[in-house]
C-alpha cells in the first residue's frame, strides 16, 4: 500500500493539469462564442487585453483559429485602401461561414477585427505596418508574427478570394456567400403598385402626345448632360470612387481640386474641364443652328467673336491643366515664315 503515493500520485497531478487546461480552452472557446453573438455578422472586436487573454496568454495549442481583420478609422477617407469595403466584404464571409456551418465547426474558427487606435500595442506585436492587412493565426503559433498574412490579391474577388483563402489555410468550409437582396421585398411590392398605377396615366398621356417625353427641352437637357457626364470623367469617378478634393497635407484648412500627376485624377478638376468642353460644345450648337438662324448681320459678326474668343480661352485652360498634371508640353505649331 505504501507504493500507492510514489506510482499514482504523479499521474494523479498530470490527469489535473490536463483537466484544467481543457477547462481553460473551453472556457475560451465559450467566451469567443458569447462575443461573437453580440456582433450582427459575428466578427468579435478584440483590443489589447482580447488579444492577451485568447492569443498571448492562451499557450498553443488552442482549439481555435482567429481570423483577425487590422483597421483604422483615421485612413478610411483614403478611397485607394478601400477599407470600408473590404470589411464589408470580410462581414459577409463571416456570416457566411457562422450561417453555413453546425456549432463545432463555428467554434474552431473566429472572425475578429481590430482598431488602430484602441490597440496600437496588438499592432506592435504582430508587426502590422500597412494597410489593408488581414492574418490567421492558428491554434499552434507561438509568435504572432508568424501568423499567416493574407496576399494583396486575395483581396481582388473581395468576399469570393477571402473565402478560399479561409478554405485553404483552414480546411474549413465556408460554404456560398449571402450577400443581402439589393432591394427587399417590400420595396419590391411598392414599387409595383407604383408602377402599376403609373402605366394607367402615362397609355392615356401618349395616346395624346402629352407626356416628358415628347417636350424637346427635356431631349436638349439630356443630351447636354450626357456629353457633360462622358467628357468631365463622371464614369472614372464612380468606378474608382474617386473624392471630390481631398485636404491638404500641409495646411488641413485648405481643399486640394487639382492634383498634380497623371495617376490620379479628382473629381473636382474632372468637373472643371467637363464644364469648359461643355461650354465649348454649347457655343458650338450655339453658332450652327441658332446663329445662321438670325438675320441682323452685326449680331452674328459679335455672337461669333465672343464664341471664337470663349472657346479659344477654354481650350487653352485644358492644355494648361494637362500640361500641368503631366509634365508633356502642348503647344501650338507656327510656321517658319510667321516667327
Request: glycine share 6%; proline share 4%; charged share 15%.
Amino acid at each position: 500500500m505504501a507504493i500507492f503515493p510514489t506510482v499514482f500520485l504523479p499521474l494523479l497531478l498530470l490527469t489535473s493539469v490536463l483537466h484544467c487546461a481543457t477547462a481553460d480552452s473551453d472556457d475560451l472557446v465559450t467566451e469567443l462564442l458569447s462575443l461573437q453573438s453580440q456582433s450582427k455578422s459575428g466578427i468579435i472586436h478584440l483590443d489589447d487585453r482580447l488579444i492577451s487573454r485568447f492569443l498571448t496568454s492562451a499557450k498553443p495549442p488552442r482549439p481555435y483559429s482567429l481570423l483577425i481583420f487590422f483597421d483604422a478609422e483615421q485612413f478610411h477617407s483614403k478611397p485607394e485602401l478601400h477599407l470600408q469595403d473590404l470589411y464589408t466584404q470580410y462581414s459577409l464571409v463571416s456570416s457566411s461561414f457562422i450561417a453555413n456551418n453546425d456549432v463545432s465547426a463555428a467554434s474552431s474558427l473566429f472572425f475578429c477585427a481590430i482598431e488602430f487606435k484602441e490597440s496600437q500595442k496588438s499592432f506592435s506585436l504582430f508587426g502590422v505596418n500597412s494597410l489593408p492587412h488581414i492574418r490567421l493565426v492558428g491554434p499552434n503559433v507561438k509568435n504572432l508574427q508568424d501568423s499567416e498574412v493574407m496576399d494583396q490579391g486575395d483581396f481582388s474577388r473581395m468576399a469570393e478570394s477571402m473565402s478560399e483563402f479561409v478554405e485553404s489555410r483552414t480546411k474549413l468550409n465556408v460554404g456560398p456567400i449571402h450577400r443581402p437582396p439589393t432591394v427587399s421585398k417590400n420595396q419590391i411590392a411598392f414599387l409595383v403598385v407604383i408602377v402599376l398605377i403609373w402605366v394607367r396615366f402615362f397609355i392615356k398621356n401618349v395616346a395624346t402626345k402629352d407626356t416628358i417625353l415628347h417636350d424637346w427641352r427635356v431631349w436638349l437637357l439630356g443630351a447636354v448632360f450626357v456629353y457633360f457626364f462622358s467628357v468631365s470623367g463622371g464614369m472614372f469617378n464612380i468606378i474608382r470612387k474617386m473624392p471630390l478634393f481631398l485636404v491638404d497635407r500641409n495646411d488641413p484648412s485648405k481643399l486640394v481640386f487639382f492634383h498634380q500627376g497623371s495617376g490620379m485624377q479628382l473629381g473636382g478638376e474632372g468637373f472643371a474641364v467637363g464644364f469648359l468642353y461643355t461650354t465649348v460644345g454649347l457655343l458650338l450648337g450655339v453658332v450652327t443652328h441658332v446663329l445662321v438662324r438670325v438675320n441682323n448681320r452685326s449680331a452674328q459678326q459679335v455672337v461669333m467673336g465672343v464664341a471664337l474668343v470663349v472657346s479659344f480661352w477654354a481650350v487653352k485652360k485644358v492644355v494648361s491643366l494637362d500640361n500641368w498634371k503631366t509634365g508633356y508640353g502642348v503647344h501650338a505649331f507656327w510656321p517658319t515664315s510667321w516667327r
